[in-house]
């Protein structure tokens, strides 16, 4: 992919600040030393990464910086095989405390079989890293990159004002554990679109504390679906609220549109969240919340979800269930699930002709238009 220079903007291809595009020399440093030029430039700046593979080790790019800062990339950048070479590091590629910051294009390749392989191992592993994170930041565009074989989490935004996540691929096997594609939370005005996502976890995750989300023309799967949650894994949380899912697919995911929180007690919710104009493509879960979600049954017996969620709606639905129960509500009984609102879905169960089924608990709200399975909503 070829970049052109703006005569008004500072440029530093990172060649010239030292780095080998033979994916075998550590590149850091001259990473780094490219980003403090950039970081001090009064004028915009470009940070060209050409064609090629470079070795980078756990980085840190931290702001604030004096103007804006484009990183356009060609080539490829490569983490090192030995996944315990992190250290105790969660991030791989981390951006703190930036503003104005956009990357384009090249693929990142953070090398994760081997580190997987030591968690299905049951081995002694480090807490493994993130590909690209955004921390305490805010405007930021991410577009045309592909990530690929993350440990853990794609891509991550915490804490992060006003970010386009757009045309991404990502990619890892079904089988890899954690690799949430992207992870958003405590962060607001988040635009997602026009990506395809494969992955061994969630799609998209969307955690607590997050606000003003749109995703759009998003091909999730295989992979765990888009879920909101799990939230309720504290006492004390921010809730998640406005947030649009839509003109998006689903292929051969655990999950479709899911909610879903600890059975504990929480002062965290969950509203005005909009589900539309949706296909699925033999999904298990294709519409689900779960509020008794424990996995392995620990840290959470006979309690009950402390998560309020109401007014989630959910239009113009349709395609396969890969199983029977199409619709699954599963609400608080300290706190059930209110406003909730159906219309226009129609799922089929693609084994065989039996019909969907829908199963509700503590789980009130409407129906309109055509809704198959049949609603067992009630009001609350």
């Not at 081995?123 to 305490?136: D, E, K």
């Not at 921010?238 to 549109?257: A, P, Y």
């Not at 406003?339 to 065989?352: A, C, F, H, P």
Request: charged residues 15%; positive net charge.
């Amino acid at each position: 992919m070829a970049f052109s220079r703006s005569s008004n903007a500072a440029y530093y291809n990172v060649v010239s600040s030292g780095a080998r595009a033979d994916g075998k020399t550590d590149s850091t440093q001259a990473f780094l030393k490219a980003w403090r030029l950039a970081c001090n430039s009064i004028r915009p700046a470009t940070i060209y990464v050409p064609l090629g593979t470079f070795l980078l080790k756990p980085v840190v790019f931290t702001g604030p910086c004096k103007s804006r800062i484009v990183f356009k990339l060609a080539g490829t950048l490569v983490a090192p095989s030995d996944y315990w070479s992190y250290g105790n590091s969660e991030y791989w590629i981390l951006f703190i405390k930036v503003t104005r910051v956009s990357v384009f294009g090249g693929i990142l390749d953070a090398k994760g079989a081997g580190y997987w392989a030591c968690r299905r191992a049951g081995r002694s592993c480090p807490v493994g890293s993130r590909s690209i994170s955004f921390l305490w930041s805010s405007n930021v565009v991410v577009s045309g990159l592909t990530s690929i074989n993350s440990q853990t989490i794609h891509i991550s935004l915490y804490h992060c004002n006003y970010v386009v996540l757009r045309n991404l691929k990502i990619r890892a096997p079904s089988s890899s554990p954690n690799t949430d594609g992207i992870h958003v939370q405590s962060s607001t005005g988040v635009t997602i679109s026009s990506s395809t996502i494969i992955t061994g976890d969630d799609c998209i995750s969307i955690g607590e504390g997050s606000k003003n989300l749109w995703i759009e023309r998003v091909a999730c799967g295989p992979g765990h679906g888009i879920s909101i949650g799990s939230l309720g894994a504290y006492a004390n949380e921010g809730g998640v609220e406005n947030v649009t899912v839509t003109s998006s697919f689903f292929s051969r995911t655990q999950n479709g549109v899911r909610i879903k929180s600890w059975a504990r007690p929480s002062n965290g919710y969950v509203k005005n969240i909009a589900f539309r104009n949706i296909i699925m493509k033999n999904v298990d879960n294709p519409i689900i919340i779960d509020q008794k979600y424990c996995p392995s049954a620990k840290g959470c017996p006979n309690q009950s979800s402390g998560v309020k969620i109401s007014q989630v709606t959910y239009n113009n639905i349709k395609g396969t269930s890969a199983s029977q129960i199409a619709i699954n509500f599963i609400c608080s009984s300290s706190n059930p699930c209110k406003g909730i609102r159906l219309q226009d879905i129609k799922l089929s169960y693609n084994k065989n002709s039996t019909a969907t089924a829908s199963s509700c608990t503590n789980a009130g709200g409407i129906s309109n238009g055509v809704v198959i399975p049949r609603s067992c909503l009630r009001i609350i």
